[in-house]
């Protein structure tokens, strides 16, 4: 017997705005054919009013609904994200603060950019294997369209903004990939690669947030081979092959590096979830926006074996599979 965390909940959250391509095209030079067929985005939420704590809070509310749970039965939240309410302290910590949880409970911020939200359920997975915690809510959530630099075609075609949100479980499981929940994670970074994809500024560099730049060849590049690896690496980590596998999710950047990965991978179309068509890369939100989005539409069934592969910034990456 072993203990295995349980994904109980699921929950995201879009803000209501739309900015279509064609919104784009009146704002830089770019064309709705050329971010379609480079990117395979059509569209992407962007905040208006909405902090990330409030995307994150509404995301994780859902998750708490969905999980059937109280919110006072939280003993851990853990939130991803690059685009933060405040320096300091967390927007994990506002969202505590918001959703009223049980003083005392740990929360706390995740930076590892687009692989965020495996970082934080890695975490969150180990906590709750080691028997420290019973219950997390680990979020995924961003505001990117308030450090992108809207004048920039290169970059500012790619990003929108969302959350998603999972409740886990503690649960006695067999320990063999039979079991339901997370089977295994897997994370990773190369710091040789920081100045591939960052922000233009910080805190303790320029005093503000600074806009995101990005080597888009350098990422493309590096993304193909660490998705596939992370997506390997944690399937062999659960002792499964890729043809017990129902769905890949990937990080949702763009529709060519989804299919170079997913023929390395050697997997069919139909088994990869693709959302960013209408959400765009909404980095450390993309892979709950689509595990939670595709639960709901009855896509992603009880019982589906799913594998993440996530990466970003940092350079970071890593992947989990579960049973749901
Ligand atoms: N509209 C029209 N033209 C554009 C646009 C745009 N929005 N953006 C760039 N171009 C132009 C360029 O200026 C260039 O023009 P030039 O030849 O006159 O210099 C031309 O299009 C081709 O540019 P490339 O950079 O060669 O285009 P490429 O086919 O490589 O696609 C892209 C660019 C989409 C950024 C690609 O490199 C990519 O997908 N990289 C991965 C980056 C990514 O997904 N980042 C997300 C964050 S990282 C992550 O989440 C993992």
């Not at 395979?40 to 995307?55: N, P, Y």
């Not at 960052?198 to 888009?216: E, H, I, P, R, Y």
Request: some cysteine; glycine content about 8%; aromatic content about 4%.
């Amino acid at each position: 017997m072993s203990i295995r965390s349980e994904i109980i909940g699921f929950g995201h959250y879009l803000p209501s705005k739309v900015l279509t391509n064609d919104d784009l095209s009146n704002m830089v030079e770019t064309s709705d054919e050329w971010i379609r067929t480079r990117t395979g985005i059509l569209s992407r939420h962007i905040a208006q009013d909405e902090t990330t704590s409030v995307i994150a809070e509404n995301a994780a509310l859902m998750a708490i609904k969905n999980a059937g749970i109280s919110v006072q039965d939280v003993d851990l939240l853990i939130l991803a994200t690059v685009t933060t309410d405040n320096t300091t302290p967390s927007t994990a910590a506002k969202v505590a603060r918001n959703l009223n949880m049980r003083a005392g409970a740990p929360a706390f911020d995740i930076s590892a950019a687009c692989s965020g939200f495996v970082y934080a359920l890695t975490m969150a997975d180990n906590m709750i294997r080691l028997g420290q915690i019973k219950t997390a809510v680990v979020i995924g959530a961003e505001t990117l369209s308030k450090i992108v630099d809207w004048t920039d075609r290169n970059t500012c075609v790619l990003f929108g903004d969302g959350g998603g949100a999972v409740v886990l479980r503690a649960k006695e499981g067999k320990g063999d990939n039979t079991d339901t929940g997370v089977l295994s994670t897997c994370i990773f970074a190369d710091g040789s690669m920081y100045d591939n994809l960052k922000t233009t500024g910080g805190v303790s560099t320029t005093q503000n947030a600074g806009v995101v730049f990005m080597n888009g060849k350098e990422v493309f590049k590096y993304a193909v081979g660490s998705l596939s690896q992370a997506a390997e690496t944690a399937m062999k980590n659960a002792g499964i092959s890729k043809d017990e596998i129902n769905w890949l999710i990937p990080h949702q950047a763009n529709i060519r590096i989804i299919e170079s990965v997913r023929e390395k991978l050697d997997l069919p179309e139909n088994k990869v979830i693709i959302s960013l068509d209408h959400h765009g890369n909404t980095s450390a939100a993309s892979i709950p926006l689509a595990l939670s989005e595709n639960i709901a539409n009855g896509v992603l069934k009880k019982g589906d074996l799913v594998v993440l592969t996530a990466m970003g910034a940092g350079f970071t990456w890593g992947g989990a599979v579960v049973r749901l």
